[in-house]
């Protein structure tokens, strides 16, 4: 499955290629989308949903692979917080870091980081009230109404990618 940006591209156009996993869990969509809306900002991109168990070759062809691929290379775009990337995945996630690859390179990005915290903190099974809160009307509660209301993938990131562009104009 994939996903296009909202924008529209003349025929023949080369799309960056962003994989995650089939699926998707809040870590997956968010650090999807930060990759389509500033890591290729300006550039037309797709997001394929793929199987956790990504082919290697489909891996070596893709501009982005987060949060799927146990790989941890931010020069080459591979953002996986799962072993052997990490020994422990719950010490970081791939929101995260793709997220201070972005803030360490100069993007505009700060304002990202209360939902970088939150969605870290659902991924990682932590407790805050920030976590409780988003579970309730934040980001998870969103991300679980729209896996509810929607049986194609693609749709429910379509309108998390909604979602996210009209919540963080707000932080």
Not at 80 to 107: M, V
Not at 124 to 139: E, F, V, Y
């Amino acid at each position: 499955m994939k996903v296009s940006t909202t924008v529209t591209y003349p025929p023949g156009i080369i799309k960056k290629q962003i994989i995650t996993h089939a699926d998707p869990d809040l870590d997956a969509i968010v650090s999807a989308w930060i990759a389509q809306d500033f890591l290729f900002k300006g550039h037309a991109s797709e997001v394929l949903f793929v199987s956790r168990k990504v082919p290697e070759k489909r891996m070596q062809h893709a501009d982005c692979v987060v949060d799927v691929g146990n790989t941890y290379i931010p020069e080459n775009y591979r953002f996986d917080h799962k072993p052997p990337a990490f020994q422990n995945r719950n010490s970081t996630c791939a929101t995260r870091l793709i997220w201070e690859y972005l803030r360490d390179t100069g993007a505009d990005v700060a304002h990202l980081e209360p939902l970088v915290q939150i969605t870290y903190q659902g991924d990682t099974h932590r407790n805050s009230d920030a976590l409780k809160q988003s579970r309730i009307d934040g980001p998870h509660a969103e991300l679980k109404k729209l896996k509810s209301g929607h049986t194609e993938t693609t749709e429910v990131y379509r309108q998390m990618v909604l979602y996210l562009r009209s919540y963080t104009k707000n932080l």
